[in-house]
């Protein structure tokens, strides 16, 4: 990747950096996620301290931890981002070793997978599997192990009758 090309991914980079940053401050600022429990609590007590605004309170709150989490995820992801922008590996996917398309790094300049390795982890991450559908996934592994296996006995049989024969041979060795 040229230099030019590397500059503007990691001015991307240091955008996306503030308006997270800002976000944090936002949510963890003077009362605040982050302020102490019992001034959050003098907070709701000075209003109305019906059970169903409480409920709402706690609802917006849980929902700001929720952002904030994956604000501060995402800041990692840059941090690591301009990491390998210095160790020259940026723009190397992590998953398959293949370089990600500029196109892809423009519109996520913090991804460390191309499109595919994404998706792949995505799925793997996606919600506990079932029992059943892990023993299924267990047993097609299996199957396949032994396929594999079958291969593999079928490729030394072959060889040692090719030894067999070529030593055996003489056209072989004029
Ligand atoms: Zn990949």
Same mark, same amino acid.
């Given at each position: 990747?040229?230099?030019?090309?590397?500059?503007?991914?990691?001015?991307?980079?240091?955008?996306?950096?503030?308006?997270?940053?800002?976000?944090?401050?936002?949510?963890?600022?003077?009362?605040?996620?982050? %302020?102490?429990?019992?001034? *959050?609590?003098?907070?709701?007590? *000075? =209003?109305?301290?019906?059970?169903?605004? =409480?409920? %709402?309170?706690?609802?917006?709150? %849980?929902?700001?931890?929720?952002?904030?989490?994956?604000?501060?995820?995402?800041?990692?992801?840059?941090?690591?981002?301009?990491?390998?922008?210095?160790?020259?590996? =940026?723009?190397?996917?992590?998953?398959?070793?293949? %370089?990600?398309?500029?196109?892809?790094?423009? *519109?996520?300049?913090?991804?460390?997978?191309?499109?595919?390795?994404?998706?792949?982890?995505?799925?793997?991450?996606?919600?506990?599997?079932?029992?059943?559908?892990?023993?299924?996934?267990?047993?097609?592994?299996?199957?396949?192990?032994?396929?594999?296996?079958?291969?593999?006995?079928?490729?030394?049989?072959?060889?040692?009758?090719?030894?067999?024969?070529?030593?055996?041979?003489?056209?072989?060795?004029?």
């Amino acid at each position: 990747m040229d230099q030019v090309r590397l500059r503007r991914l990691r001015e991307l980079l240091e955008e996306e950096k503030r308006e997270l940053l800002q976000v944090v401050e936002g949510l963890t600022g003077p009362g605040g996620l982050e %302020s102490p429990a019992d001034e *959050a609590d003098r907070e709701l007590s *000075a =209003y109305d301290n019906h059970p169903a605004d =409480y409920g %709402s309170q706690m609802y917006e709150r %849980s929902k700001d931890l929720g952002l904030l989490q994956a604000t501060r995820q995402h800041l990692l992801e840059i941090e690591e981002a301009e990491k390998a922008m210095a160790a020259g590996t =940026y723009g190397i996917c992590q998953g398959c070793g293949g %370089s990600i398309p500029e196109e892809r790094l423009l *519109a996520v300049p913090s991804t460390r997978f191309c499109v595919d390795c994404k998706k792949e982890r995505e799925q793997e991450d996606a919600a506990e599997r079932p029992v059943e559908e892990e023993a299924l996934r267990r047993q097609v592994d299996d199957e396949i192990a032994g396929k594999l296996d079958y291969m593999f006995d079928q490729d030394s049989a072959w060889e040692e009758v090719a030894q067999f024969g070529t030593s055996n041979s003489p056209a072989e060795e004029a």
